[in-house]
């Protein structure tokens, strides 16, 4: 089980890594990124925890992600990757509206949603190959 919970981490963090690193240098992108900060700003909202400062909410949202992306994967896609993938990219478009989330950052064209789902089916399709590497 742990081989499969490194290959889902290592996904997912492959999956953070191309998501940031194509956030921060191109123009009409997905901001994954934000749906996940107003998803935590939302949460807790009306509970005693006090996430302040953007810096804060960014590295709260990024560990959250990673570690809620990294178990789906090591459930999931060690098995069945590109389903998993894709599953988890359009799951990313169709949630937030009904979820009273903004979902622009992801859905607002064409791009944006077929980018989302590429990234979700990549970080699956790395997860499967470290996963095989290590298994």
């Known amino acids: ?35 996940g900060e107003e998803a935590l700003l939302k949460m807790t909202d009306n509970t005693p925890i006090n996430i302040t400062g953007i810096d804060n909410i960014y590295a709260t949202t990024l560990v959250g992600d990673i570690v809620s992306n990294g178990l789906y994967y090591a459930t999931t896609a060690t098995n069945h990757d590109i389903a998993s993938g894709i599953l988890a990219g359009v799951s990313a478009i169709a949630l937030p509206k009904p979820l009273g989330l903004n979902d622009e950052p992801v859905a607002e064209n064409t791009q944006k949603k077929l980018m989302t789902v590429g990234y979700y089916v990549f970080g699956a399709l790395v997860t499967k190959f470290i996963y095989n590497r290590i298994k």
């Open 1 to 35: 089980m742990y081989k499969k919970i490194l290959a889902g981490l290592g996904g997912a963090i492959a999956l953070n890594v191309l998501h940031e690193t194509i956030r921060k240098n191109f123009d009409n992108v997905p901001h994954i990124n934000e749906v």
